[in-house]
């Protein structure tokens, strides 16, 4: 039902019901009764606030890194898991489910056209990475949690890719 068809029922039902002041006629005020018909239930009209966002991009502070950075793009990025199965695994249908859940490790991919590996700046921590170069700049927050320590980044320059590989703290 749309909310159109709504309107319409609850019209119907409105002019079967008797008016609120016939009703209430010799009875107590302070009386509380309960809905003399459970099947009518008011429906709400649609409200405007719900259809805007909650705040303007005004209201949203910019990062230190937006302010030193201005007028750079965002590169395209990919995240993927890898899966360590076992013959446990395949053959006596482990625990391991496919998801990000059960993941190992993820590989970021980041697609960086007219960079060169000189220009780059990559700060990687447990839960986010930071990348900076003349063109391009990037910040986000990783899904998991990883071991940055143990984690490895490649640079492709021919594809103007890098790749990192961090393991997933379990």
Not at 75 to 92: C, G, M, N, Q, R
């Amino acid at each position: 039902m749309n909310f159109g068809e709504l309107q319409a029922l609850n019209s119907l039902i409105q002019t079967n019901q008797p008016k609120e002041e016939d009703s209430n006629k010799g009875r107590n005020s302070n009386t509380i009764r309960s809905n003399p018909n459970p099947s009518r239930i008011p429906i709400a009209k649609p409200n405007r606030f719900l259809q805007e966002s909650i705040w303007d991009e005004s209201g949203i502070t910019s990062t230190i890194m937006d302010r030193d950075n201005e007028g750079l793009k965002e590169p395209e990025y990919d995240i993927k898991y890898l899966h360590s199965i076992t013959a446990t695994d395949v053959f006596l249908g482990g625990s391991r489910t496919p998801s990000s859940a059960d993941a190992d490790t993820m590989v970021i991919t980041i697609q960086l056209p007219g960079e060169k590996l000189a220009d780059l700046t990559l700060d990687e921590t447990d839960t986010s990475i930071t990348l900076r170069g003349t063109l391009h700049k990037l910040f986000f927050v990783l899904p998991h949690e990883g071991i940055s320590a143990q984690g490895e980044c490649t640079f492709n320059s021919e594809k103007e890719v890098m790749q990192i590989i961090l393991p997933i703290k379990r």
